[in-house]
């Protein structure tokens, strides 16, 4: 058994209730593929993050061409790494 994304990220956010939460933890203790999604996640936070962080300072506004262009390199990226899950 396997633990979803959703359950992960619930995991994660402190959402999953008291039981399910120890559960998932000593499960995550044995399993090497859970353990990879959750690092998954917590580097999809960071990429957020940095993207948000990259939004503020490009000044969308004034210049939509640009965001749009980053829009699309992003989009592509998020693709690929969907596609390797």
Do not use: W
Request: glycine share 2%; hydrophobic share 30%; aromatic share 8%.
């Amino acid at each position: 058994m396997h633990y979803a994304i959703h359950e992960l990220d619930q995991y994660r956010s402190r959402t999953m209730n008291l039981f399910r939460r120890l559960a998932c933890r000593c499960h995550l203790l044995h399993c090497q593929k859970c353990r990879a999604q959750l690092r998954q996640l917590e580097q999809d936070d960071l990429f957020l993050a940095e993207l948000r962080q990259s939004e503020q300072r490009m000044d969308v506004p004034e210049n939509p061409s640009e965001y749009r262009k980053l829009c699309g390199i992003f989009e592509e990226e998020r693709h690929k790494r969907e596609s390797s899950i």
